[in-house]
């Protein structure tokens, strides 16, 4: 029996408007049918702070802070908390809510999709596994005492001897998932704690000092040099198994570039939409 064909797009460093531009077209064209679903691997050009649809900018980001680093500053369509894109490799997996054994529920098309990540970092030959909250960590999920992703793994995201390795954001619109996120090659835990709010200097400390113990890096994890190339090929055979799908190079047209252009200068490079909150 032949396999599903999923289309496979490499689109290495963009800018991080075009980037959540993209995401957000690929959503729409599988939404009308004009395209299967989509596996994307893409880089940020400049390294970039994104934030999470919910979050509040001027609560809880730094921005004199992003400036002085010279950050991109972007909001996703997906929620989750802050994340600097900087030394890592960002997925995007577009597909339809009814995509055959795909489950109803968030949490668990989380598993599904992530399957591809837990193969990937066992194809780099890291022994990953799934993150399953304690009961109290759940509880802490809800009321998270800083806006960093990494500083506690949610429900099926992908931990290492105990730490994130990978965050992932999702999103559902127009029947349609669309799920990014992170797989971290390399983390400066200052930078990234040095880009938020906290009530306190206490707590920020507490943060910046609990976050090696909350998550990871792939250079942390291995004496070999990964590169982001071995990542994409690692991760992309990941998911092909996991998922028993076959990928499929795919090419965007001028007028589909056309399309994305018109996305990112109407919401994503628009700071009524990176600052709305």
């Not at 993209?22 to 049918?33: C, Q, R």
């Not at 529920?105 to 780099?124: C, D, K, M, P, Q």
């Not at 113990?213 to 291995?222: E, F, G, H, S, Y």
């Amino acid at each position: 029996m032949d396999k599903l064909k999923w289309n496979y797009i490499q689109s290495g460093k963009c800018s991080p408007s075009f980037n959540m531009a993209l995401d957000e077209a690929l959503l729409d064209w599988h939404s009308k049918g004009e395209i299967g679903p989509v596996l994307r691997f893409y880089e940020w050009d400049p390294a970039t702070l994104s934030i999470g649809y919910f979050q509040s900018v001027s609560k809880e980001i730094d921005t004199e802070a992003v400036r002085q680093h010279g950050l991109g500053f972007v909001r996703r369509p997906t929620g989750g908390r802050g994340v600097l894109h900087e030394h890592e490799l960002t997925y995007s997996v577009i597909v339809s809510e009814d995509y055959p054994d795909m489950p109803e529920t968030v949490t668990e098309a989380y598993r599904v999709i992530s399957g591809g990540l837990l193969e990937g970092f066992r194809n780099l030959g890291l022994e990953a596994s799934f993150a399953v909250p304690s009961e109290q960590v759940s509880e802490q999920l809800k009321r998270p005492k800083s806006g960093v992703c990494f500083d506690t793994s949610s429900w099926y995201e992908l931990v290492v001897e105990g730490k994130k390795v990978a965050g992932s954001a999702q999103t559902r619109q127009k029947g349609v998932i669309l799920q990014h996120g992170a797989i971290l090659l390399s983390l400066d835990e200052d930078k990234l704690v040095s880009l938020f709010k906290f009530d306190t200097e206490e707590i920020r400390e507490q943060v910046r000092k609990g976050l090696p113990q909350k998550a990871v890096a792939i250079d942390r994890l291995t004496d070999r040099n990964i590169t982001v190339t071995e990542c994409s090929l690692a991760f992309s055979r990941g998911f092909e198994k996991a998922l028993d799908i076959e990928l499929v190079p795919y090419d965007l047209s001028a007028e589909q570039l056309k399309i994305v252009k018109e996305i990112e200068n109407r919401k994503y490079a628009n700071d009524e939409w990176t600052y709305r909150k």
